[in-house]
């Protein structure tokens, strides 16, 4: 985002205005924490913000601050479709591409207002009339602690945005040991522990709020884990069944394919994940070094995200999943094990 746009911005943001913020459908600590922490500085500059997600998201994530006030637009269509069609501007963060937000995309594509991308991955659509996109960002957390700076109000930043950014910035590097954490993300999270972010505080609400079932459940994962030295790749499965003996909820599987690529000579890991209700299998891709999940979930499994982390799905059965992405692995040889 060059200076020019920053000056339209700040021009934007002069007089109070009606915003909503969007993330992508099924948020995640950097969705809710970005989308939270903008709201609350929009709303420190006197604006009429709203966050609306597409879905639910995991219990841990509900004790963030301003969580309270999140429209659900799966639940509130009507409600949220109304701030939507009024809007001033529209902040969409986390993603880039409206197909990310769900049941939403149709209803966004009809609008004509301002939007203003905030995000950090691969191959941005060109929906939106500012776009600040970063692909060697740690988190779309850091890029909105960046647009804060770019606009000069660091000083507004409060405990609570500091918390809200800390969350996404946190969650998104694995604790800060993915290689998208910098030196710079280092001296960002320094200035929120210093505007009120209880870092300790934080990581045990996020890290340590497991319950029994869901400890079983990492049981069962630990079980089903299968290793294909011949690739240093590592994968999961989960079938409803075994997320409904173990009373799954949203987010309990969160974290579960780094066990794979956890392993000594693993480099590649997947996880697959039946569900039922919505009839696919969801996939979540690790990587370490040079190996593309994104481009290896790109090419096969209608999906993408980040150099070393990417989400896809199928629409086959979980056996056939399997057996497909097995066939693929050879193609991939030379890349995964030189």
């Known amino acids: 985002m060059n200076a020019d746009e920053i000056l339209e911005i700040k021009e934007l943001l002069s007089t109070p205005k009606k915003i909503v913020i969007i993330p992508h459908k099924n948020p995640d600590g950097d969705a809710i924490g970005s989308t939270l922490g903008l709201s609350l500085y929009l709303k420190g500059l006197g604006h009429d913000s709203t966050v609306i997600t597409p879905n639910d998201y995991p219990s841990f994530l509900k004790w963030i601050p301003g969580e309270e006030t999140i429209l659900k637009y799966e639940n509130e269509t009507d409600a949220s479709q109304k701030l939507i069609e009024e809007a001033d501007i529209i902040f969409t963060l986390?993603?880039?591409h409206f197909s990310r937000t769900g049941d939403m995309e149709a209803f966004l594509e009809k609008q004509a207002t301002t939007f203003i991308m905030i995000d950090h991955h691969q191959q941005p659509d060109d929906y939106a009339t500012y776009t600040y996109s970063d692909t060697s960002m740690s988190s779309t957390c850091q890029m909105v602690y960046h647009f804060i700076e770019q606009l000069g109000d660091t000083e507004k930043?409060?405990?609570?945005?500091?918390?809200?950014?800390?969350v996404g910035i946190m969650t998104d590097t694995?604790?800060?040991?993915?290689?998208s954490t910098t030196s710079t993300t280092h001296k960002v999270i320094a200035a929120l522990i210093d505007k009120g972010a209880d870092n300790t505080a934080i990581h045990e609400r996020i890290y340590d709020a497991n319950t029994y079932s869901r400890l079983q459940l990492q049981g069962v994962a630990l079980k089903n884990l299968k290793v294909l030295p011949e690739y240093k790749t590592a994968y999961i499965t989960l079938s409803q069944k075994e997320l409904d003996d173990h009373q799954f909820k949203k987010g309990d599987t969160e974290g579960f394919v780094n066990m794979g690529l956890s392993l000594e000579g693993i480099i590649f890991a997947v996880i697959f994940i039946e569900n039922k209700g919505e009839n696919i299998i969801k996939i979540s891709l690790r990587s370490k070094g040079a190996f593309s999940v994104n481009q290896f979930s790109r090419n096969h499994f209608e999906g993408g995200g980040h150099h070393n982390a990417a989400g896809g799905k199928s629409n086959l059965s979980m056996e056939e999943t399997v057996e497909k992405f097995i066939n693929i692995l050879p193609s991939y040889k030379t890349e995964l094990c030189d």
Do not use: K, L, V
């Open 94 to 96: 986390d993603f880039n």
């Open 157 to 166: 930043i409060s405990p609570e945005i500091a918390t809200c950014i800390y």
């Open 174 to 179: 694995g604790s800060f040991r993915f290689r």
